[in-house]
């Protein structure tokens, strides 16, 4: 069996056939960089998003094709809105980091809403407001994986799977359907959004692809993740390290918070298999690699990401250094908007490996805040990590990770498991893994790495204090 991924990630289509041992045999990746036309406004061209899909996928079926299933793996809450008829988009797409509607999200606070500027909901109002004030027009609007599935079945097809649609702000807590109160609140009409389908499942055909062979997945990047690294049973756990980072764990049941934990964790919908849901937390890390990203674009104190491995290695520890990579603020379990990073402890003596190791060990703190977060919410015990994305690659930070986690941390076999993961949904609607525990038995990490010593979690805390409420008006935002 063979699967054709197509993975929308927030700078690039890739398209990918994997065979029935998750071995990748063909790949095309597109760039596709989101433009930000005003500072906290982040817009996609849907169009030339659509264009990249057909383009990508048809590049890598020429070369590995033909296929059994396509899956879809996407980044979540990027906001569509299209005419039903024509299949033309209305405005430009919002991405999930556009900021516009913070003003609206407070106001619905102020009513018993709680939605986060990051989710869809307030994103769908604000472009159907611009382009259809006065409800007239059938407006289709969907996520990015809507987007794909309409654009793959030429129109046929407008449904969302339940992974994403719990992330719009548009679901009920429950996941079992579009909520009412939310809906009247935004003064939008149901037939609006899309239907909502299992993640793993057959939902119809890629008739725009040579074959037409069947959709039968359709999953966030982060939830696609943690199934391509096999967290597929009660606390099983990953953290995707790309430029922020993402911690979700599986769970055996749905958390029992509505929509934030105590400690600053999210209730997500790992996935829908025969019309059960499989949930999961999730715990953010605003900035990861960008951090690292900053010490070779702004500061040249590396030549490339690569590189920071190297130059912290030349160091044992980071001789009193700290660095809390807050550069956007902090996730949880802080959620301070108004934090800024902080470098904190140098002296005369301090260079550039110093800098360099105090940045990776500042990262791998907050991915111990993570799992300290997850922990608390879910009430769970955490033994493995399981890593991948960019950062997955650095061997110095990997052992920090273990060394400020005090766990096991197992590398993926690939830095980016999105693809896996949406090619295991996509083989357990065919019939080619028989069940998640097939998925967890073939697991197997390119590394497993152990704690060596304990960083200082208690003078970490003391460093986060010093980075807090930088900005008081940002840290008085809370979603």
Aim: with cysteine; aromatic share 6%.
């Amino acid at each position: 069996m063979a699967v054709l991924v197509v993975d929308v990630g927030t700078s690039s289509v890739r398209s990918s056939v994997v065979d029935d041992d998750a071995s990748v045999r063909a790949e095309h990746a597109i760039p596709l960089l989101p433009s930000s036309p005003a500072p906290g406004l982040v817009e996609i061209d849907p169009v030339a998003l659509a264009d990249a899909v057909l383009d990508s996928a048809r590049a890598s079926l020429q070369r590995g094709g033909p296929v059994d299933a396509v899956g879809i793996a996407n980044q979540r809450s990027t906001t569509i809105v299209w005419d039903r008829a024509t299949g033309v988009p209305v405005g430009p797409g919002l991405g999930w980091q556009d900021l516009r509607t913070v003003g609206r999200c407070l106001e619905l606070q102020g009513e018993g809403i709680r939605v986060a500027p990051n989710a869809s909901a307030t994103k769908l109002e604000y472009l159907l407001a611009a382009h259809d004030p006065n409800h007239e027009r059938d407006l289709c609007f969907g996520t990015v994986d809507t987007w794909v599935a309409w654009t793959l079945s030429r129109g046929a097809l407008h449904v969302t799977d339940a992974s994403n649609a719990a992330i719009t702000g548009l679901l009920r807590a429950d996941a079992s359907g579009w909520s009412d109160d939310v809906l009247a609140a935004l003064r939008v009409d149901e037939a609006v959004l899309p239907r909502v389908v299992d993640s793993s499942g057959m939902v119809g055909e890629a008739t725009a692809l040579a074959g037409s062979p069947p959709i039968a997945s359709l999953v966030g990047d982060q939830q696609a993740s943690l199934i391509g690294q096999g967290c597929v049973r009660p606390t099983a756990t990953k953290i995707t390290f790309g430029t922020g980072a993402m911690l979700d764990v599986c769970l055996a049941e749905r958390p029992p918070y509505a929509t934030r934990g105590r400690a600053g964790t999210f209730p997500i919908v790992a996935w829908r298999r025969d019309g059960r849901d499989t949930w999961g937390t999730e715990a953010i890390m605003l900035t990861a690699g960008s951090n690292v990203e900053w010490l070779r674009d702004d500061l040249g104190l590396i030549a490339t990401a690569a590189e920071s491995d190297e130059v912290a290695s030349r160091c044992a520890d980071s001789a009193g250094v700290w660095f809390v990579p807050a550069l956007l603020g902090l996730g949880a379990p802080y959620w301070d908007h108004g934090a800024r990073a902080t470098l904190l402890g140098l002296t005369r003596g301090s260079g550039r490996p110093e800098i360099v190791r105090a940045v990776l060990e500042g990262i791998a703190h907050r991915g111990a805040d993570l799992v300290e977060a997850a922990e608390h919410d879910a009430n769970v015990t955490i033994e493995t990590l399981r890593v991948d994305g960019g950062m997955s690659a650095n061997a110095t930070f990997v052992q920090a990770l273990a060394d400020a986690t005090q766990r096991s941390v197992e590398v993926s076999p690939v830095l980016e498991a999105t693809t896996r993961g949406a090619a295991f949904l996509a083989g357990l609607a065919t019939g080619a893994w028989r069940d998640e525990d097939e998925i967890a038995r073939s697991w197997k990490p390119r590394a497993r790495v152990e704690p060596a010593r304990a960083l200082d979690r208690d003078r970490w805390r003391l460093a986060c204090e010093r980075a807090a409420r930088w900005i008081p008006e940002l840290s008085s935002i809370d979603f």
